[in-house]
């Protein structure tokens, strides 16, 4: 027997208009109408025996059949409905009493499309209970992965489907405080205990450092701090060394685009680093590398002898009339190319691109660290890591959008070219996402060359089993088409409006109205929706075995406590050698 066994006596009302996804229910008892909320449950008896359509209250109005009602019908055609209490309805899914050997299903689809005067319900009390029941239950086709509890209901249990929630990409926003990084350290641990699970998150201000356990290995850019010693992958230090570079990325980095000899200077650098990949190949060995060279070819190159290459001919004199010598024809056109290469390779904030050790110049070496990266937890040699967190917190931010895709990069080209048979699908977690996928991107600045690498993974990712999380506190800065590729929203509280905008727009139609909860949401609760959600709800976030390093300091209490906290004089010391370790 079905859970929903309703008596006509316990009917709200009746339908009275049916549009796509929503219906328009009269109630005629006052008493029935006050105890109905906005966005709680109700199931309406379908044409079909034993099934029920469920669904969200999104608005209730009571009509008092005035000339002010009438006059307002063309914008509303409710208001011309006279002395009507009326209660809208979005349609969400389907409750079936039985299918095959199967009793009480619940599908995210409609069946059937509503009756006129058919009976509609409210989901309260032990029904309620038992129907947040057969939500936590169901697994659809993919693991139960266990995000908190539903508000509706504290005994049930709120499941998103695992492989629905990393295949169609998710997003996972809140304001500062909201519980936003709270959130993902519980997917994460999720995900952890899963003995091949594979996953990277790009934790850019190292607040992710205390998960602390066999499931979790760390990883950070080389600092300052690294350079000149022999620190290595087994270390947790990560150098990405200059000849991973795409072409754009390298122009980005040298050559100052204002200058009216850019053209030059591109065209230029491209041709000697091309030429000092070549000299480190083998015809003997890489014979078939050679055939299909290109810049971007991921092989090491000398970068001293690039340099040399550029100032000889920044210097050049040709042979000119009556044995004279003239300048050449790039002659003091290329320094400033010079000097920005100098720069950058003698910064030594950016020792990990242009300083790294001599093992990383080997063409092993791209083998060990994407299998590394990209390898599952259950492949690697120690069975430990299935969640890879690299920190970049001490990445000079000018350059982040740059390192950060380039690592994107690197997985998404690797997955590419592994045969199907053999991909490890693998998610991408990407904190603080609007600092290197802006909406907004210079044509001219490293954010455009991030921006383009994302939105490819957006895109294309679900084929290569490549899945993004996107997670940012604000989703209004985050480019638009990555968002919209996203189609899972774990939405905490948001108290800007354009932010707000941005996840309504992400809903559904008739769950437009459900978004109005984004600003009163409490720490901690999330608004759910999208393909891996049976049910589009409220859920309280369950807390995470380790909670991220990302909590609000109580400022008047610390301002309370009779004894000082200083640690001033550490602070300028790893402000001065650029390094916290």
Known sequence: MGILDFNDDESLGRIIAVDTATVTVRVDELERLKRIQVNRLTAIRSSKAGQHLIGIVSRITRKAGDETAIDGAEEDPEAALPENNLVRVALIGTLVDKEGLKENVFKRTLETVPEIDADCFSLEGQRLTDFMQVISQVSGDGPQLDLGRYALDEDARAFLNGNRLFQRHAIVVGSTGSGKSYTTARLLDQIAGLPQANVILFDIHGEYQTLDSDEFRHLRIAGPGDIGHDRRLADGVLHLPFWLLGYEALVALFVDRSDQNAPNQAMLMTRCITDAKRAMLDPGKHADILANFTIDSPVPFDIDGVHKQLSDLNEQMVPGANNKEKQGPYFDKLSRLIARFEAKRNDRRLGFIFQPPAACMDMAWLSEVTHFLIGG?????????????????????????????????????????????????????????????????????????????????????????????????????????????????????????????????????????????????????????????????????????????????????????????????????????????
């Open 377 to 581: 937890r259950g492949s690697q040699a120690d069975g430990k890591g299935g969640i890879k967190i690299i920190n970049f917190s001490e990445v000079p931010s000018d350059i982040l959008p740059l390192m950060v895709s380039l690592i994107a990069r690197l997985i998404f080209t690797v997955s590419q070219w592994t045969p199907p048979d053999n991909r490890h699908p693998i998610a991408l977690f990407c904190d603080e996402a609007h600092l290197y996928i802006p909406e907004r991107a210079s044509s001219e600045s490293a954010d455009e060359i991030s921006v383009g690498i994302f939105e490819r993974i957006a895109k294309e990712g679900r084929k290569y089993g490549v899945g993004l999380v996107v997670i940012s506190q604000r989703p209004s800065e985050v480019n638009r088409t990555v968002l919209s590729q996203c189609n899972n929203v774990i939405a905490m509280r948001l108290t800007n409006g354009d932010d707000q905008s941005v996840i309504k727009r992400l809903l559904p139609d008739s769950l437009g109205g459900f978004g109005d909860l984004l600003p009163v949401l409490d720490i901690g609760e999330a608004l759910v929706v999208g393909d891996a959600s049976l049910l589009p709800t409220r859920v309280v976030v369950s807390e995470p075995r380790f909670k991220p390093n990302s909590a609000t300091v109580n400022f008047w209490d610390r301002w309370s406590n009779a004894a000082p906290v200083a640690g001033t004089e550490d602070a300028v010391l790893s402000w001065r050698r650029q390094s916290n370790h």
